[in-house]
């Protein structure tokens, strides 16, 4: 049975979503359909994947009614700013074919320009006050961002999704986020698929700790990751476009890891990210403008 969790303000959201970073706008309607009719019941995307509309024409084709489907979305640093992000917001559900977004969350921190990361978080609450999104929250803030926006923010933040996965479990960030009862959204919960830093190419799948596991519970890597995250009490975006895998990260929810097992798996992280560091985002580097609606 599907496992939920409910975000700080009630809010109820379905822990495991299908993920479409870097799925091409030309597959991304399939997959969505081909996930929902799978089962799913969450989809996380972001207005800079830029495949917003086929996220929408999914779930359109789809048949499953919106009020069945958590969907969640990002607002790009290029539009923050109260009102850039309260039109970043406009844009996304114009293009999503939606009046209303169940978690609509900051992409990326912009430390060099915190000001705008906070009139941005301004808009969102704007937002979740007006009842056009159902939940606010970040995504990549490291403790201090998150200290920074709680200095000022009215809403503390309902989620922050990061980097994590068994190679990069981030405990510092775990942590912050569960002291301030911020739920913890995993992306690249498997590792993206090959990991790829300084110097070695290595797979989380391939890993022995993970397929040994795997083996025991006549399970895949992938599976055993994906209820790592689970039985942690985080949520998982695990992205595929192949019917077959969308269908094998769904089917997780009738098996456990015990605890040594969770603890090897813990025990394999080294520390080392693969995608971009939080603190050097500036718009310089990583500005790109959103299209409209």
Do not use: C
């Given at each position: 049975m599907a496992i939920t969790l409910t975000l700080n303000n009630g809010t109820e959201m379905p822990a495991l979503g299908l993920g479409?970073?870097?799925t091409p706008p030309?597959?991304?309607?399939?997959?969505?359909?081909?996930?929902?009719?799978?089962?799913?019941?969450?989809?996380?995307?972001?207005?800079?994947?830029?495949?917003?509309?086929?996220v929408g024409e999914g779930l359109r084709r789809s048949g499953?009614?919106?009020?069945?489907?958590?969907?969640?979305?990002?607002?790009?640093?290029?539009?923050?700013?109260?009102?850039?992000?309260?039109?970043?917001?406009?844009?996304?559900i114009g293009k999503l074919g939606v009046d209303q977004l169940d978690l609509l969350i900051l992409h990326q921190p912009l430390p060099s320009r915190?000001?705008?990361?906070?009139?941005?978080?301004?808009?969102l609450e704007t937002l979740l006050a007006d009842g056009r999104?159902?939940?606010?929250?970040?995504?990549?803030?490291?403790?201090?961002?998150?200290?920074?926006?709680?200095?000022t923010a009215s809403v503390v933040p309902a989620l922050n999704q990061v980097e994590v996965h068994p190679y990069f479990s981030q405990p510092d960030v775990l942590t912050a986020n569960a002291e301030h009862g911020i739920l913890t959204q995993a992306w690249s919960p498997i590792g993206g698929i090959?990991?790829?830093?300084?110097g070695y190419a290595s797979s989380t799948l391939e890993d022995p700790t993970i397929t040994?596991?795997?083996?025991?519970?006549?399970?895949?890597?992938?599976?055993?990751?994906?209820?790592?995250?689970?039985?942690?009490?985080?949520?998982?975006?695990?992205?595929?476009?192949?019917?077959?895998?969308?269908a094998e990260n769904l089917d997780v929810f009738d098996f456990a890891l015990s605890e040594p097992e969770?603890?090897?798996?813990?025990?394999?992280?080294?520390?080392?990210?693969?995608?971009?560091?939080?603190?050097?985002?500036?718009?310089?580097?990583?500005g790109r403008e959103i299209p409209e609606a």
């Open positions: 479409v970073f870097q030309d597959e991304t309607a399939d997959a969505v359909a081909t996930a929902l009719a799978a089962g799913y019941r969450h989809v996380d995307t972001a207005a800079a994947y830029l495949n917003e509309r086929g499953v009614d919106r009020s069945e489907v958590f969907l969640e979305t990002k607002v790009w640093i290029s539009d923050y700013g109260y009102d850039a992000t309260l039109h970043a917001f406009d844009k996304s915190f000001d705008l990361t906070l009139e941005a978080y301004r808009a999104v159902r939940a606010i929250g970040v995504s990549n803030f490291m403790p201090e961002h998150l200290e920074q926006l709680l200095g090959t990991f790829y830093r300084e040994g596991i795997a083996a025991e519970h006549g399970r895949s890597p992938a599976q055993v990751m994906l209820r790592w995250h689970l039985q942690q009490g985080r949520s998982a975006i695990p992205k595929s476009t192949h019917p077959t895998r969308i969770l603890a090897a798996i813990t025990a394999l992280d080294r520390g080392v990210r693969g995608g971009p560091d939080p603190a050097a985002i500036t718009l310089e580097t990583f």
